[in-house]
C-alpha cells in the first residue's frame, strides 16, 4: 500500500482537513452547531475520499490499463504526460516480467 507521502498533491488535504479543522475549533469555543457540525463531517469524508483515491484508487486504475495494453518486448515507450510518471514505471514493470 502506497503512504501519505507517496500522494500526488498532499497540499490538496489543506483544503478539505484545515477548514475542518477550523470550523471544528470554531464549535468548541462557541457552542455545539448541527449545521456547522455537518459541515465539519461532509469536509472530514470529502478528505478521506481525497487520500483514498490519490493513494490507491488512481494506481488500481491504472494497474488495470496497463494489464489490458499489449506490448512487445521491444517495444520503444513515450512518456509526454505531467505528473512523476506513474504509467512509465508501471509499464516498465510490465515489459520486465
Excluded at 478539505?16 to 457540525?37: C, D, E, K, R
Aim: with cysteine; net charge positive; charged share 15%.
Amino acid at each position: 500500500m502506497k503512504s501519505i507521502w507517496e500522494m500526488d498533491a498532499p497540499i490538496g488535504l489543506v483544503f478539505f482537513f484545515g477548514p475542518a479543522s477550523i470550523i471544528g475549533i470554531m464549535m468548541l469555543i462557541s457552542g455545539f452547531n448541527t449545521v456547522s457540525a455537518i459541515m465539519v463531517l461532509v469536509l472530514v469524508l470529502c478528505g478521506l475520499k481525497y487520500m483514498h483515491t490519490s493513494i490507491i484508487g488512481k494506481y488500481r486504475i491504472m494497474k488495470s490499463i496497463v494489464n489490458s495494453i499489449h506490448l512487445k518486448k521491444d517495444s520503444k515507450i513515450l512518456d509526454a504526460g505531467c505528473g512523476h510518471g506513474a504509467f512509465m514505471l508501471h509499464l516498465t514493470d510490465k515489459q520486465q516480467i
